[in-house]
């Protein structure tokens, strides 16, 4: 398994298929998605390449992102790529839900195994005010698809906003109460595009951590593969409670995870200073010349991001690698 010299192993990757997205969030792209010219990203027979590699250098779980990944058509096509790949046994996928409900069925036939949704608020003039979209009600059709079609982990994915879902905890809670299903609130990171809302909207993930210590939640112990979040529990409660909260003490030593963009470059953190182009060892079809360059670029990953000074690296703004 890939190993850096702080004895992280990274067994998780997260795969942008596009950075192009439909959304305009307003604490992602509140213009929309803008590009002078076509974007570049990796076909079905590079995705093989790069993703055979990482699977036998030890990767075991693969999140599908974007930008927003259902606008690829061939979307089912890189889900069975990625379930028929030996070493690989979790297939997840990010998505904002638009239009989803009806392709949910072919993706869990592919292979999809986790599903994750962007759910900012449950309030549907709220959910509109942050994302430019009016698609809550599908979103929440979705989870309930989901979970009729079995798949095993179904997650929604809120970012947290002072001015927008900052006092709509209750409204979450009472959504997971019946359900099974994990509300995972995210705290607003700082980017290259967003210093002055970042500066509006923050709110410190530690404080919604102590209000539900507070009120009974638990905590829950990770499983093998886990993302960043804390999860909680609480016995009167079907569904559980996740905070991801990237400016909390020693957020980046259980780090498990590598990421690569939709057009072929190592991210070896969300926040890093650089990227790695692994397009000629793609283009070459070298898939053992690949694992091997991987297990030698990731000893170069720095202990942890540089957030708490400001500085977000390279990422200007999160549709760049899906988060």
Partial sequence: MLQDSFNRKFSYLRLSVTEVCNFKCNYCLPDGYQCDSRPKTLNVEQLRILVAAFAKAGTEKIRLTGGEPTLRRDLPEIITMCRQTSGIHTVALTTNGYRLL???????????????????????????????????????????????????????????????????????????????????????????????????????????????????????????????????????????IGLIMPYSKDFCASC?????????????????EANDDLMPWIANQDIEGLKLHLSSSVLSKWQGHQLHNGNAGLTKQLAMLGG
């Fill in 256 to 272: 498990n995870r590598l990421r690569v963009s939709a057009d072929g470059k190592l991210h070896l953190c969300l926040f890093g």
């Fill in 102 to 240: 009806d392709k949910l069925p072919r993706l869990v036939d592919s292979g999809l195994t986790n599903l994750n949704l962007s759910a900012d608020s449950l309030n549907p003039h709220t959910f509109a005010q942050i994302t430019g979209s009016n698609s809550l009600k599908e979103v929440l059709a979705c989870v309930d698809k989901a979970l009729t079609l079995g798949i095993k982990k179904v997650k929604l994915n809120a970012v947290l906003l002072k001015q927008y879902n900052g006092r709509e905890l209750q409204q979450f809670l009472n959504y997971i109460k019946d359900k099974a299903v994990s509300f995972r609130f995210i705290e607003l990171m700082q980017t290259g595009d967003n210093q002055a809302y970042f500066s509006e909207q923050h709110v410190r993930g530690e404080t919604l951590k102590q209000q539900l210590l507070t009120s009974g939640w638990r905590v829950l112990p990770k499983e093998p593969n886990a993302g960043p979040a804390e999860e909680f529990y609480h016995p009167n409660y079907a569904g559980t």
